[in-house]
């Protein structure tokens, strides 16, 4: 049985899973006030599956790219609750998360502002490449070069125009089966944050945040 959950971009969510099949699932978009709504939103999705949180194996994650603050929330509430059960937390990356549910050749594209995004590509599920942080032209060379059939994001919509037959889907959140059928699938390594770039937010005396 798997809780996932996912707070890295537009959305505040969480599923849960149980042999592949989907018993609950919740998504309340939201840019901010992930900290407030995860804990009451896992509640009602627990209790829509019909299940004490004893019943759980594994919790998934999302662990970035994304919103700095929303990540640290989910990985801090998945954390707490993997030592309280004494179940393994596992941690699955927004891109290949987005690109979960879509089959053949599938980039990944968040806009990370500033000129840049975030892209990984994929196979089938398979990652063809390392997550990376880009420019926008150096992002258009790579989708000239992976010719994907399908691009997914919030990035997806800036790099359109390189390849005008591909499938655009927008979206700007990923979903917790997506996130929850990864997790179960890998071996439980403790999640850690994946930060692509330094935060834009800085401590006093200009020092980034801390991990």
Do not use: N, W
Request: with cysteine; net charge neutral.
């Amino acid at each position: 049985m798997v809780l996932a959950l996912d707070t890295c971009l537009f959305a505040c969510s969480a599923a849960v899973v149980r042999d592949g099949d989907l018993l609950a699932r919740r998504i309340d978009p939201m840019a901010r006030g992930h900290q407030e709504r995860l804990a009451p939103l896992v509640q009602e999705v627990m209790a829509e599956a019909g299940l004490g949180f004893e019943a759980l194996d594994r919790i998934g994650v999302t662990v970035g790219p994304g919103s700095f603050t929303g990540l640290r929330v989910g990985l801090a509430f998945a954390k707490g609750l993997s030592a309280a059960l004494s179940i393994p937390a596992v941690g699955v990356g927004s891109l290949e998360a987005l690109a979960q549910p879509f089959s053949g050749r599938v980039l990944a594209v968040l806009d990370a502002k500033r000129g840049q995004v975030y892209l990984q590509a994929f196979e089938d599920g398979a990652a063809l490449s390392a997550p990376d942080a880009l420019p926008l032209e150096i992002a258009a060379a790579r989708v000239a070069e992976f010719a994907p059939q399908v691009m997914v994001g919030t990035g997806a919509p800036l790099l359109a125009a390189v390849r005008p037959a591909v499938r655009i889907e927008p979206l700007d959140h990923t979903d917790p089966l997506a996130v929850a059928l990864v997790a179960a699938a890998r071996a439980p390594v403790p999640p850690r944050p994946l930060y692509l770039r330094a935060p834009d937010a800085k401590l006093p005396g200009g020092k980034s945040l801390p991990e």
